[in-house]
Structures are given as C-alpha cells and as structure tokens.
C-alpha cells in the first residue's frame, strides 16, 4: 500500500493502533510553503490522485488534510504568515484562455475530496482563502487554529466559488 506523493503533496500513513488490523489515518499535506500553499494544477492533480487511491484504499479510514507550516525565513527577512491554502495560484491564470480555465474549475479536485467516501478532517492553521476556504468546506470536519482566516476574496476578481 503505497499513496501517490508528489513534489506539492506528501502523504503519511499513521496507524490507528498498534494493531494494524484497525486502519490508517491517511495526512495529506499540501506542500507549496513559500507560495502559502496555493493551489497550482500539480497540486490539484496530486489532490485527485491521492482521493482516487484512498477510495480504493480499503485500510485508510479517515483523511486528514493540511498545509505546510512557512519555512524559515532567509536572514533579515520577514517569516511568511502560515496558511492552510491561500486560494488557487492566479499565476496560471496569466494568458489563459475562458475555455481552459473553466475547465479547470469543471474537473476539479475539491469535488473528488467532498465525494470521498470515507470521513474527511481539514486542520486549517492560517489562512483559508478562496479555493483553500473550499477545500476546509470539502471536508465533513474543520479544525481551525486561533490564527486561522476563512474568506473568499476571489468575488474582487470576477469569479464566484
């Protein structure tokens, strides 16, 4: 049983007992730090990847879902704030044509994380922003840290979640 990981997704198995019979916990950890973990198309296909494997995983029994905490900063430089997503990279979007970004937003791996089967936790730490706010709405259970920012700043662009 081996999950999908990715250069933007680390996935960790943690036995639910010392008795492996019970199950695992599958800890998805969107892994882009130094872009607040926004969501990238990488991102996006390895989120899918990994739902369509642990649908299939019959000894995963519960997802947890989380950001990577901010690396530290480079010296004389201020620490970036910690986020679970900070909303889609708008980056991709630069020169992109209606057609392919609606699709984009058609096939996406929000859906596959709400259609999972199996119970779903977000542990939000920071900031939960536009797509990030929808992947923590995703998941049937959210954790949220004090510092912890909900919101869907994408209406200022002209794009509804």
Known sequence: ??????????VMLQPISDDHD??????????????????????????????????????????????????????GKRAKPHAFVAGADITEFAGAGSELIRERFRNNAVEALWNLSKPTIAMVDGFALGGGCEVACSCDVRIASNRSTFGTPEINLGLIP
């Open 22 to 75: 019970l199950g695992f916990i599958a800890c998805l950890t969107i892994d882009r730090p130094d872009k607040l973990n926004a969501l990238n198309a990488e991102v996006m296909g390895s989120l899918k990847a990994v739902c369509a494997w642990v649908e299939e995983a019959d000894d995963v029994r519960v997802v947890v879902v989380t950001g990577a905490p901010p690396n530290p900063p480079a010296e």
């Open 1 to 10: 049983m081996n999950p999908p990981q990715s250069d933007v997704m680390k």
